[in-house]
């Protein structure tokens, strides 16, 4: 295009600032190739020629509608005189953005000179077409990589309010704009998160800004206007008048001029339709107005910064309540403690006088009362049974037990926790088919816990299988891992409380006629166990058909194991 014979010249702007001119044009402006760059394009020219080519460009930059070969009179020296063609160039808002314009010394038609001047017209609108889409597909690339950098932010981030902080700030450069972020609070109040500008030094200036400048009900933009109205607010006119009403001093004023001026654009923040603050984006002049691309990326920025603010508020909400339960739980647990210490001693003094009035030392005793008395032991030790039980789960889950861990034989222990509970197998009618599997698997545990999570296992499918059922055990192992099975043929357990079982206080019946003794503490407790070993208790079972209860339990390494 630099070489085409017919001088064309491309300008933007009001004052028609040549920023493209080929050197057929510098030719006839009378200035050297790349001369009339930077500088209004009727500068080169004669007063008259100049006012005359100033007045079409004017024209056509007004009305957007291009204008063909117009008549130019020139000066006695110029006598053929010029014709001028201008091409606007439309953005997307509809705007004037630039003109194309050529300029040819008026003669007699030439069909070959026409055919010319109609290709370099092709090629110059090609060639702003050409830039105008380049330009697009940068925006469109900025924009990407934006919105990537974004999503890894929020990704990362666990305090939201933070990530939509770094959120706006990452977005300024691409908007070529400053911002204020507001944030509502409970009872709709709204909270200045802060004012960010991409140019450090007038950051300070924006810092100075925040201590004195606060939102209030009636400024015209922010989180206030989209109280009034929740959509996007684009303010482009009378800018001066809108940061004067909401300024609210002439020192906020005079900070806000240094931080410049120019078109307002608030987005809110939105989320599970509920409005949470707004973001003001503000252009740094005055002439400036955001793109339909901006507004787009403000919302986007947005939409994904009430996501975050969201996300905080639910995840402080989750501590809020998890604090609660904690708390709850330590106080719950507190009392259970301090009740059992409380109850063992009259329950140890109420044993004491039994056994005193059944030896006679209180006066002679008849078989009946000794009958009696022997219930009342029964009870007596039971219950003692029940509160030692609470104490252990208190000091399970304060992490007051202390385990001493060593090797151990699998099959050993097994066998070892059978024989303590052997004669109540017989006592209910059932049959126990052995112990099956390896008899060489070495776990690393605490032998003393691990026989009291067996016994417990033994002992649950004891209760809960009918007479004439039958209960196993087994032993494996894997390259990591040693697992102890229990096994029975009892009324099993439904899908959905395999889980709840493990539950302190939970039993399969919860009716008080039918409940089974205890408290409902030894699977939590087993568990708890299991875990502090670095181990594990889970259930297979189904309801109707008998339970698997397996303790997973570290294996020892081979060195330790030889």
């Known amino acids: ?33 790349g001369g009339a760059i930077g500088a209004p394009i009727a500068d080169p020219f004669i007063a008259t020629e100049g006012r005359a080519l100033t007045a079409i460009l004017d024209r056509a930059f007004r009305s957007g509608v291009e204008i063909l070969d117009e008549r130019i009179e020139t000066s006695t020296e110029r006598a053929s005189g010029w014709q001028c063609s201008v091409w606007p160039v439309i953005a997307d808002d509809r705007r004037v953005e630039a003109l194309g314009l050529q300029i040819r010394e008026s003669s007699p038609r030439d069909s070959a000179r026409e055919l010319q001047r109609q290709v370099a017209e092709q090629m110059l609108l090609g060639a702003l077409r050409e830039r105008g889409l380049a330009d697009d597909a940068e925006a469109a690339r900025r924009r990407a990589a934006f919105l990537a950098e974004a999503g890894r932010l929020l990704a990362e981030s666990v305090d939201q309010s933070t990530t939509l902080v770094a959120l706006t700030k990452l977005a300024l450069p691409a908007l070529g704009a400053w911002c204020i972020v507001d944030i509502l609070e409970e009872g709709n109040a709204i909270h200045r998160l802060g004012i960010y500008h991409p140019d450090p030094e007038k950051q300070k200036i924006a810092q100075q800004l925040e201590a004195t400048w606060s939102p209030e009900p009636d400024d ?41 001026i120019g078109s307002l654009l608030t987005v809110p923040l939105v989320a599970r339709k509920r409005l949470l603050g707004a973001i003001t984006f503000i252009s740094a002049h005055t002439a400036l107005s955001h793109s339909p691309e901006d507004v787009h990326l403000a919302e986007d920025i947005a939409a ?27 106080a719950k647990t507190a009392f259970l403690g301090a009740m ?128 004439g059922g039958e209960i196993s055990a087994d032993c494996a ?49 087993s568990r708890d166990l299991a875990r502090a070993m670095d181990g594990d208790l889970t259930v ?20 330790n194991s030889a």
């Open 540 to 559: 297979e079972s189904a309801e109707g058909k008998g339970a698997h209860f397996t303790l997973s339990l570290p294996r020892a390494s081979e060195g």
């Open 1 to 33: 295009m630099q070489q085409a014979p017919l001088p064309f010249a491309i300008t933007r702007g009001v004052e028609h600032t040549v920023v493209y001119a080929n050197s057929a044009f510098c030719h006839v402006a009378g200035v050297p190739n």
């Open 477 to 525: 192992f894997t390259a990591d891992t040693v697992t102890l099975r229990v096994s029975d043929t009892g009324i099993g357990i439904a899908a959905d409380k395999h889980e709840a079982i493990f539950e302190p206080f939970t039993q399969l019946k919860e009716g008080l006629s039918d409940r089974e003794s205890g408290v409902g503490l030894g699977l939590a407790i």
């Open 340 to 467: 059992s210490h409380e109850l063992r001693t009259p329950l140890n003094a109420i044993g004491g006088y039994i056994d005193l009035l059944d030896m006679g030392l209180r006066g002679p005793v008849t078989e009946k009362q000794h009958a009696d008395f022997a219930r009342v032991r029964t009870n007596q030790q039971h219950l003692a049974l029940l509160i030692t039980e609470i104490l252990t789960f208190v000091r399970v889950g304060s992490g007051r037990v202390a385990y001493a861990v060593a090797d151990i034989n699998a099959y050993d222990t097994m066998r070892h926790a059978v024989e303590l509970i052997e004669p109540l197998f017989g006592q209910k009618g059932l049959a126990f088919k052995g112990i099956t599997g390896e008899s060489s698997a070495t776990a690393r545990a605490d032998p003393e816990r691990v026989t009291q999570i067996l016994v417990n296992l033994l002992s649950n499918a004891i209760k809960f299988t009918p007479a």
């Open 220 to 260: 015209p933009f922010g989180a206030p206007a989209m109280l009034r109205e929740t959509r996007t607010l684009a303010i482009t006119n009378d800018i001066e008048a809108t940061l004067a009403a909401g300024a609210h001093s002439p020192y906020n004023l005079n900070i806000l001029h240094q931080l410049g």
């Open 304 to 330: 994904r910064g009430a996501l975050a603010l969201d996300n905080a508020q639910v995840y402080d909400l989750a501590l809020v309540l998890q604090r609660s339960a904690e708390t709850a739980n330590r």
